[in-house]
């Protein structure tokens, strides 16, 4: 425990509500160890340009409800530049750091898996609204995010009635489906669509006409931004990838719309939540667990236990393997969505 004298933590990927109490606890955990704590500006982005900030008792002094990072955050790859790696490299020894503790989802966590299989002294913490990440039972930042998204519905059933319309709402999933079956099923909506079950548009309109039937003159459908037609592609605005290779998604809810309109001659109005889903305060549960996640964090970095990730399995905080919590996705389990499913149309 004495090696440890100056920790590092750093935020990657996209912001999520929780990231500022997981920064507060790592830091109020280190410096009640008498470990001085570095915080490295815009993720791995701050490794490569040698950017920091001192974190200290009043600069996380007020920050556990705020949304987003007061570190910041990028989608650097040091790993596609030889150039970015060899400075992280040299700038971790340069800073000092005995231990890094990086927050972040799938794309973070796999550089930092790839940084300790090189010897560096790395911690990983799981973070996404998305809640795929394996081995973890949840992220911080999906709560909220489902509760801004459940908010939303509730106020599209109010318009979509009282117009007759069909209300398609797009909401963040790249590849699995978990925001729009809880949001779904907590909002009533009245079909849920997820990339895990490719869309048979047959069927959506199906279930629409079935309402109508019964006299429901108005629907609510909720898609994942990236559910795929069966068979079809992945919908894109831009084709630009990111320095991870993931294409930016986005367009599904409003084609959907559209031959939601074209088949049924219902009037069809699209909302696309988007960046909405990230921002804003994090809810009680994901203060508890970023704060529960940071602190044990700063434990396991003390006890020299590196290339692990902080986890909740049942009421539990325990270390898995980084690696393991990388190796593939958590889906949307069948069960969950067959149950969704009773309540469709």
């Keep these: 425990m004495g090696s440890i004298k100056r920790i590092g933590v750093l935020t990657g990927g996209g ?40 974190l200290t008792l009043e600069s996380v002094a007020g920050i556990l409800p705020k949304g987003g990072t007061i570190l910041g955050t990028s989608r650097t790859n040091p790993y596609k530049k030889e150039q970015d790696l060899a400075a992280v490299k040299a700038n971790f020894k340069a800073l000092g750091l005995d231990a890094l503790i990086a927050i972040g989802g799938e794309d973070t966590l796999g550089v930092a898996t790839r940084l300790t299989a090189e010897g560096f002294p790395v911690v990983g913490v799981p973070k996404t609204i998305d809640n795929d990440l394996s081995e973890t039972d949840v992220t911080f930042g999906f709560d909220t995010a489902v509760n801004i998204v459940t908010e939303c519905i509730d106020r599209l059933h109010t318009t979509a009635e009282s117009h007759n319309r069909i209300m398609v709402c797009e909401v963040m999933g790249r590849h699995a489906g978990w925001i729009a079956v809880h949001a779904g099923i907590a909002g009533g909506a009245d079909v849920i669509l997820i990339p895990e079950r490719p869309i048979d548009i047959e069927e959506v ?77 994090p809810s009680a549960f994901d203060r508890v667990l970023g704060t529960r996640f940071g602190v044990r964090a700063v434990e ?46």
């Design 15 to 54: 912001d999520c509500p929780g990231l500022n109490p997981v920064i507060r606890a790592v830091v109020r955990k280190a410096l009640a160890e008498g470990v001085e704590v570095v915080g490295i500006r815009n993720g791995w982005k701050g490794l490569v340009t040698e950017t920091t900030m001192p």
């Design 205 to 281: 309109c199906r279930a629409i006409q079935n309402r109508h039937k019964r006299g429901r003159t108005f629907s609510i459908i909720v898609v994942a931004e990236g559910a795929e037609f069966k068979p079809g592609q992945t919908v894109n605005v831009v084709k630009e990838k990111d320095a991870f290779g993931h294409v930016r998604l986005g367009g599904i809810g409003n084609l959907l719309g559209e031959m939601i309109e074209q088949k049924t001659g219902y009037e069809t109005r699209v909302t696309v939540l988007g960046h909405i889903q990230r921002g804003g305060s």
């Design 300 to 345: 396991l970095a003390l006890e020299g236990e590196f290339g692990m990730m902080v986890s909740l399995k049942g009421n539990e905080i325990v270390p898995v393997k980084i690696e393991q919590a990388t190796r593939q996705l958590k889906l949307v389990d069948a069960e969950l969505y067959d149950l969704a499913k009773l309540f469709f149309g």
